[in-house]
């Protein structure tokens, strides 16, 4: 029986897919059944839960778990007083942030967060959203938005503040775009308490340099190849690296073989050139981990 447990609050619902990924990139193994909240994980000293992101600062606040992954926007929205262990900027369709923005219809004639004085904006931030009017100095009537959001406007809003990573679902519903309020990633975050416990501090340790050599792997690749040492020059001169290339030799004289880490989107313009300058043999291969 495991004496020592952390308590692990992961994101249910748009987030749950990518945060499963980043954690089997990691090396966990994360199993869930679609009705259940409680996922197994491959670590005996983990335990899971499965909860909205919205409330997962609140319960790592509170202590039901000793820690979490949710966005910083939702420990803004309820005020949490939690420790920022890591920030792992990822979301549910790309690598980068999320916004939090003030969008209006399209023909409102609408400009600035001036004009929607008296008027209704609805949101699932309604702390986030009367925080920034204000600062604007503006009174507006805000309206908790359970969903479909989008849709508010013009007859049960006159704006919205809405999260977004592309502005697509935005635009699709003929709004545009007015302000930006905030931008957020997701964020490891421990209770006070817990993070004093001196195992549970180190076993956050670990999981975050997993979790963050996972990231640092993303849009990676590894470069294998053999070239004659007297094209080393050539290539090196063209070959990006984390550092500088391992250079190997082989065991036929005069040839060598070199490996290095490259940006993912740079290999199909950078295979021609090493092909040119003599590069043989060359190997691509998907990267786990980058652990400095």
Avoid: H
Avoid at 103 to 115: K, L, N, T
Avoid at 118 to 143: D, H, M, P, Q, R
Avoid at 229 to 242: G, K, R, T
Avoid at 248 to 277: F, H, R
């Amino acid at each position: 029986m495991v004496e020592k447990i952390l308590k692990l609050g992961l994101p249910k619902g748009s987030l749950q897919e990518s945060t499963f990924n980043l954690f089997r990139k990691a090396g966990y193994r994360i199993r869930c059944s679609s009705r259940s909240y409680y996922p197994r994980i491959d670590d005996p000293e983990i335990e899971c839960m499965l909860m909205r992101a919205q409330e997962i600062a609140r319960y790592v606040e509170l202590g039901f778990l000793d820690a979490g992954l949710t966005g910083y926007d939702w420990v803004m929205e309820n005020n949490a007083e939690v420790d920022f262990i890591s920030e792992l900027v990822y979301a549910k369709q790309n690598m980068r942030p999320v916004r939090w923005v003030l969008a209006v219809p399209e023909d409102s004639g609408i400009q600035s967060v001036s004009q929607l004085e008296g008027k209704t904006i609805a949101t699932e931030v309604v702390n986030i959203t009367e925080k920034y009017l204000k600062e604007n100095s503006v009174k507006a009537n805000v309206e908790f938005s359970w969903g479909a959001t989008e849709a508010k406007p013009p007859k049960l809003a006159d704006a919205i503040v809405e999260v977004t990573e592309t502005g697509s679902t935005i635009k699709a519903n003929n709004l545009e775009i007015i302000d930006e309020l905030m931008q957020s990633t997701t964020r490891l975050i421990a209770n006070k308490k817990s993070i004093k416990d001196e195992w549970k501090k180190n076993k956050l340790k670990e999981i975050t340099m997993l979790l963050e050599g996972a990231l640092a792997a993303e849009e990676k690749a590894g470069l294998k190849m053999n070239l004659l040492e007297e094209n080393l020059e050539d290539i090196l001169s063209i070959l990006p690296a984390l550092k500088r290339p391992t250079v190997s030799n082989l065991s036929e004289k005069g040839w060598i073989a070199i490996e290095t880490v490259v940006d993912e989107d740079e290999v199909k313009n950078l295979i021609p050139q090493l092909k040119q300058k003599g590069a043989e043999g060359i190997i691509e291969y998907p990267l786990n981990k980058i652990i400095p």
